[in-house]
């Protein structure tokens, strides 16, 4: 597609359920990111793929949180067992590993809230 | 490890008066650097990015940024705010292109009649 597409672009969730929220990257990038934003917290990393390397997963903040892609394209986090703090927006970003620049593309965001 | 700070949350400012948001970072090694912004409802957008060369590097909307190593800044700047300037403002780090970037708190920049 012509951009990062995310979904779904709102969640809302209970206490204690899992959730999975998708990104779809830009066609031929092989970079994809998560980060996680929270009010007043600014943007939190949270894991990073690039290319077949094994992914960088330093921001994940409790194992309650993973991600995984496929194919090196659709990108899937999941929450198990969700907490109120994780009630935020979860945003993906992808870029050309190989071209250098740093410069990261986003989607518009998922919407997670925890009741 | 890189690190980025963003003095002031919240910026406001008179429409035409200057913009100044400020961003300091911290990286072992010469850094890339990058200011996003994020208007309301939107996703976060690259406004400029300085990575080598020229340490004045201009971005979209008339908005400028300037990398000075000696002091570890790279401050956001614009001569004359818009009404449609007022967004949120991110300022971003990496050490090279290929590993991740690592963002600052953000600044809501405020525009008022």
């Known amino acids: 597609g012509a951009g990062v597409s995310q979904s779904p672009s709102n969640k809302v969730t209970e206490k204690g359920k899992d959730v999975e929220l998708r990104c779809d990257p830009i066609?031929?990038?092989?970079?994809l990111y998560w980060y996680r934003q929270s009010l007043g917290q600014g943007l939190e990393f949270l894991i990073y793929?690039?290319?077949?390397?094994?992914?960088?997963k330093s921001g994940l903040p409790s194992d309650r949180f993973s991600a995984e892609r496929t194919g090196g394209s659709v990108s899937t986090l999941t929450i198990q067992r969700t907490q109120q703090e994780d009630s935020a927006v979860y945003l993906c970003?992808?870029?050309?590993?190989?071209?250098?620049?740093?410069?990261?593309?986003f989607g518009e965001g998922s919407r997670l809230t925890v009741l | 490890a890189q690190s980025v700070t963003q003095l002031g949350s919240h910026v406001s400012v008179s429409e035409g008066a200057l913009v100044l948001l400020r961003c300091n970072y911290s990286?072992?090694?010469?850094?890339?650097l990058f200011w996003y912004v994020q208007y309301p409802n939107q996703g976060l957008q690259l406004l400029l990015k300085y990575t080598t060369g020229a340490t004045l590097v201009k971005g979209i909307n008339g908005f400028e940024a300037e990398f000075k190593k000696s002091e570890t800044s790279f401050h956001l700047t614009k001569p004359s705010a818009h009404m449609s300037d007022a967004a949120e403002y991110f300022c971003a780090v990496t050490p090279t292109g290929f590993q991740k970037l690592v963002f600052g708190t953000g600044t809501r920049l405020l525009v008022s009649p």
């Open positions: 793929f690039q290319g077949n390397s094994a992914p960088d």
């Open positions: 066609s031929g990038h092989t970079a």
């Open positions: 970003a992808s870029s050309f590993q190989d071209r250098n620049t740093g410069e990261l593309f």
């Open positions: 990286s072992s090694v010469p850094p890339y």
